[in-house]
């Protein structure tokens, strides 16, 4: 009995998940930019909230910044939000299209800042490399006499 409710519960809600519960809209944002737009969101969000006094003092909207450069509104953007969410397996591969890219660029600037800061290391080990020769090399043409006359 309990199994044959879990399949009628998971009938249902697979049902009641392949109805269209929000219209397409007219001006609907292509997933492609609907993805590009959600991750330049997040990215501008993460910037603020580290520098949320910068984006004060320099009056940068973060949305509005954001409708100019995709040349939407807000009601274009919201109307496509809620479409795209009224759809969960598409507002799911939205998603994870863009957590895949900024895991991508992460990785990407991880992997620059090992680079840059093993440059740095080995460009420090030379330096005290050099220094120590050019101390031995002194101590050489000027030997330090130890011993009282």
């Known amino acids: ?51 949320s006094r910068k984006f ?15 040349d939407i509104d807000s009601a274009q953007f919201s109307q496509s939000d809620l479409y795209y969410a009224s759809i969960p397996l598409e507002y799911q ?8 890219r900024l895991s991508r660029q992460k990785d990407t600037l991880e992997a620059i800042g090992k680079r840059l800061n093993d440059s740095i290391r080995e460009a420090n080990i030379r330096r005290t490399d050099s220094l120590k020769a050019i101390r031995e090399q002194k101590e ?3 030997p330090v006499s130890t011993s009282p006359e």
């Open 56 to 70: 004060k003092d320099s009056g940068i909207d973060v949305m509005e910044f954001l409708y100019a450069k995709y």
């Open 140 to 142: 050489e043409k000027n």
């Open 93 to 100: 591969s939205i998603y994870k299209d863009v957590e895949a």
């Open 1 to 51: 009995m309990k199994y044959i409710f879990t399949y009628i519960l998971g009938f249902v809600i697979l049902v009641s998940c392949a109805e269209k519960v929000v219209d397409e809209p007219e001006n609907l944002i292509p997933k492609e930019k609907m993805t590009e737009i959600l991750h330049d969101l997040a990215i501008l969000n993460a910037a603020k909230s580290g520098a």
